[in-house]
């Protein structure tokens, strides 16, 4: 009973930890993805892509308004 109870508190913590770290994962391979692949429903970007920050930096007052 005691080794079922902590089998079941781990898990509970997988979930717990897999809720809140899933959104920042999503965020940031989003963010590499290029304009066409954020329309494909998929984990992981089939190229890496920078150029999504290149325009925020460059194409607007981000950096002005960052400080």
Request: overall charge positive.
């Amino acid at each position: 009973m005691k080794m079922l109870k902590r089998a079941a508190f781990y898990l509970l913590l997988l979930a717990i930890v897999f809720v809140a770290v899933f959104p920042f994962y999503y965020a940031i391979v989003t963010s590499l993805k290029s304009g066409t692949e954020l329309f494909q429903a998929s984990l992981w970007p089939r190229t890496f892509s920078l150029a999504n920050y290149r325009n925020v930096l460059t194409e607007g007052p981000f950096l002005r308004n960052l400080v």
